[in-house]
């Protein structure tokens, strides 16, 4: 079976933001950007890492946080199945059965 890329996504799909994470650390963790905030634009999911002092860390767990988060699980469904054309199918489903001759309306 062969592979097919669908979309990727790029560095420039996201937004990435650090700041300083404050907290237990003292006087390094007051002074470096150490805490790191991943924003993907399109779907508006969110990872926050400031558990590590070291700023590569957080990001990599911020970005973990994100992909498995709820909001960008769904928005990856959704992105797939309209590449993959089951949209359409799903669209042309409704459609057949929102027709006059399927419907029951009921007076009250």
């Known amino acids: ?9 790029t560095k420039k799909d996201f937004e990435i933001q650090t700041f300083r994470s404050g907290g237990k650390g003292g006087q390094h963790q007051n002074k470096t950007e150490s805490g790191v905030r991943i924003i993907h634009k399109e779907s508006g999911a969110r990872g926050e890492a400031r558990d590590s002092r070291y ?5 990599k767990n911020a970005f973990l946080r ?3 988060s709820d909001k960008f699980k769904a928005w990856l469904k959704i992105k797939i ?16 059965m ?4 399927n419907l029951k309306i009921e007076y009250f």
């Open 1 to 9: 079976m062969n592979k097919k890329l669908l979309f990727s996504i």
């Open 55 to 59: 700023q590569h860390v957080n990001r």
């Open 66 to 68: 994100l992909v498995n």
């Open 81 to 96: 199945s309209e590449k993959t054309g089951e949209m359409e199918e799903i669209e042309q489903k409704v459609e057949k």
């Open 98 to 101: 929102m027709e006059d001759a």
